[in-house]
């Protein structure tokens, strides 16, 4: 599992959980971030908000707040063969 | 003839409109999914604008026939969900759960069905009827979705109803469903939302024990649900209905599943997933919408942050072209009419006729004056919001705004500061967080407004001929960076609080609604008009009495006075009394400086360079750059936030601008000997 906020554009994983305050948790998992959601980064550059897309729709969030949803790496078929 | 459904009548005593007769049905939606259009489009101008009582969201109710058929329609507030995240969810439930409309209008966008969804998963827990829209079914289209209304129809056990509100399309369906619905001629049997198998046997538990202690309306299910999300509000309100033994057996359980808020969110979306499985096609993998195209540009670091300023030059261009020289001309018409009417006036006593020329015809033109720039900002406000850019606007100005505790959302309310600072704090409406809203109010008359600028336009060259262009930019740069400090300070020491969270859904682009903007333009300038506008009426005339009695002149007046006893103040910044009387009498309007100051020294020209040295002559600058705004725009932050905050930030401004001056101007004596 990694931090949201480490993903580069393109990149696409699972949603696995979220830390925070019950506050933040509330309105993310309303906002369709719940265990299970495929989640792609669109945009992220190293300052500032990040966008992904999930649920078809684009949500930008703070670095902070990326920083607390956890995903799942997409495997990548790439990453397959060097593993082997 | 049709027989028209009555309201049927919960609790009487609760009601507090008269409207009880006909039919209550409420709009409820996710924001940007077109609930204001389909309201818009389905009471046009029969519609009342206020705020929730004792709340600052605006509440918008109004009436619609159709048929023989007349219905009362409420708009409530845009939500995500229905726990007690933001104020616009508070009101959403609270109104379903108290007022019992009779039926509830769910709104989604057919675009991002999945998503918006959501909500409906949580209103079908409510005791209300629901009617589900399809609204922006050609936006979805465009995306390249396709939707089978009936079948999601005979999945959600509820009337689902396609429709393009923009362009008036599906609404005579849905008022006809409406009828059939309320009169009991259509089936209402909805598949709800269940929760994951982990939690039910605790969820069960919770709702044996609260089902006796629940207080009436809530419906106890519900209110076991919410506790389980922990939901602050509910859980408050069943820490004072339970006995507290039982609410320690309680609390003990919500503790041990606190991980159950995401479940619950979870299933919802899992429900939502078995709902639309079969009656919605996505699009092919590879297939680009439009809204991904543009963003491709828009969002992008520097061809986004290109785009942006070209953006906000032609917003720029709107208001010094066209606003402001219609602003002036207005200006010139009051003050002819004013003269005009002193003149026909004669025949009164001579304060008479000053009152009513002066006072009260200058009042209320000032109120007037401001109506071009207003009606312009209020336009672009209107576009930006409803086209989807607006969003991308406050992505791009995030990380700036977010030194100073803010996020994006205030950087468009700070910029159309530079126009006129009323529409700047009324633009803040489109700001989430009250804590957040709040600080870009009372940053928001740091931003030199027009009427500022032209009295800088004036005095700069009568003191600094030789760098006029340098001396503006400093003054301009220095009321930013200023502005910066404040909010960082501010964000550090005074209203700390939660850091705003910034998360924040980037709509699909849509074509505006020529029909929605319009509204939008008009119940604001309405609104201004009629609430700040008294009050701006109002303290004109009392700040003109003061700057004309006992003596009919400014020098003698009472106002002139508070000038003298001001004097040692104006000492330390090396001003006289005439020009802390000027300072004050900006207060009606700011370019009241440069008219005090003619009225007292005559011809400025001559007069001005020789009165004051270089330091206090930049004081004096600073000063009115940096002073309490004029009373159009405190009435508005008054009528925004209320007095406690409007005279806070009538304190932080005085400071400000009496201590920039000083410090100019001590500073200034210093290095220049």
């Known amino acids: ?84 | 003839m049709t027989i028209c459904p009555a309201h049927k009548e919960i609790a009487p005593a609760q009601r507090r409109s008269t409207s009880a007769i006909h039919p209550v049905v409420a709009l409820a939606g996710q924001p940007n999914v077109g609930k204001s259009t389909l309201f818009n489009m389905l009471t046009g101008l029969n519609q009342h604008v206020g705020n929730w009582p004792g709340k600052t969201v605006e509440q918008k109710s109004g009436t619609f026939t159709y048929g023989d058929c007349t219905y009362t329609l409420v708009d409530l507030p845009g939500a995500y969900s229905l726990t007690a995240n933001s104020e616009e969810e508070r009101i959403t439930r609270d109104y379903i759960i108290h007022e019992r409309p009779d039926v509830v209008i769910a709104v989604v966008d057919a675009a991002i069905l999945e998503r918006s969804l959501y909500l409906l998963a949580e209103l079908l827990l409510l005791p209300a009827p629901v009617i589900l829209v399809l609204n922006m079914m050609d936006v979805a289209a465009q995306e390249g979705i396709v939707i089978e209304p009936q079948v999601l129809e005979a999945a959600l056990g509820i009337p689902v109803v396609p429709m393009v509100a923009a362009r008036n399309r599906g609404l005579l369906t849905l008022a006809a469903t409406l009828g059939a619905l309320l009169r009991e001629e259509r089936a209402y049997e909805p598949r709800r939302p269940t929760i994951l198998p982990g939690h039910e046997s605790v969820l069960e538990e919770i709702i044996t024990h609260i089902t006796p202690h629940t207080p009436h309306p809530y419906p106890p299910d519900w209110v076991a649900l919410k506790l389980l999300e922990g939901d602050e509000e509910v859980q408050a309100m069943m820490l004072d209905a339970l006995p507290a033994p039982l609410w320690e057996e309680i609390h003990a359980l919500l503790r041990e599943h606190e991980d159950a808020i995401l479940d619950i969110a979870g299933a919802r979306y899992a429900w939502i997933g078995r709902m639309i499985r079969a009656a919605v096609a996505r699009p092919r993998v590879g297939q680009v919408g439009l809204t991904a195209r543009l963003d491709a540009v828009l969002t992008h670091p520097v061809w986004g942050t290109g785009v942006l300023l070209i953006v906000l030059g032609f917003v720029f261009w709107l208001t010094y072209a066209i606003g402001t020289p219609l602003m002036d001309g207005i200006a010139d018409l009051i003050e002819q009419g004013a003269g005009l009417l002193h003149g026909a006036l004669g025949g009164l006593p001579a304060w008479m006729a000053a009152l009513l020329a002066d006072g009260v015809v200058g009042g209320a033109g000032m109120v007037l004056t401001f109506l071009p720039i207003l009606i312009i900002f209020f336009i672009i406000l209107a576009l930006l919001e409803d086209t989807g850019y607006m969003a991308r606007v406050a992505y791009l100005t995030d990380r700036f705004m977010h030194m100073m505790g803010l996020h994006g959302k205030s950087f468009i309310p700070l910029l159309l500061g530079f126009g006129c600072n009323v529409p700047s704090i009324l633009g803040t409406r489109i700001i989430e967080t009250k804590r957040a809203r709040l600080l870009t109010i009372l940053l928001a008359p740091l931003v030199p407004c027009a009427a500022r600028l032209t009295v800088v336009a004036v005095l700069t060259p009568l003191f600094f001929p030789r760098y006029v262009g340098l001396v503006t930019w400093g003054l301009v740069v220095g009321n930013i960076l200023l502005l910066a400090i404040i909010g960082v300070l501010m964000h550090r020491f005074i209203l700390k609080g939660e850091q705003v969270a910034f998360i924040m859904e980037l709509p699909l682009y849509h074509t505006p609604n020529l029909r929605t903007i319009g509204l939008y333009v008009w119940q604001n300038t309405l609104a201004f008009i009629k609430k700040a506008g008294t009050i701006i009426l109002g303290v004109s005339i009392i700040i003109w009495a003061l700057s004309y009695f006992p003596a009919g002149e400014v020098e003698l007046s009472y106002l002139a006075h508070l000038g003298r006893t001001l004097e040692p103040v104006g000492a330390w910044m090396g001003l006289s009394w005439q020009m802390m009387l000027a300072l004050f009498t900006s207060f009606i309007a700011k370019e009241n400086t440069i008219a005090t100051l003619n009225i007292l020294y005559g011809d400025l020209e001559a007069t001005l360079p020789a009165l004051l040295s270089i330091p206090a002559a930049l004081a004096l600058l600073v000063t009115q750059m940096l002073f309490i705004p004029c009373v159009a725009t405190v009435a508005t932050i008054k009528q925004e936030v209320g007095w406690k905050w409007m005279f806070i930030s009538l304190l932080i401004l005085l400071a400000l601008s009496l201590g920039g001056g000083v410090l100019v101007y001590q500073l200034g004596s210093l290095v220049l000997g």
């Open chain 1, 1 to 84: 599992m990694v931090p949201l906020v480490e993903l580069t554009p393109g990149q696409t994983g699972v949603v696995r959980n979220l830390y925070g305050g019950r506050r933040l948790i509330g309105r993310l998992a309303a906002l369709g971030f719940t265990p299970g959601a495929p989640i792609t980064v669109v945009r992220n550059h190293g300052m500032g908000p990040i966008i992904v897309s999930l649920r078809g729709t684009q949500v930008a969030l703070g670095r902070g707040e990326a920083r607390r949803v956890m995903v799942r790496l997409a495997e990548q078929p790439h990453d397959d063969l060097s593993c082997a």
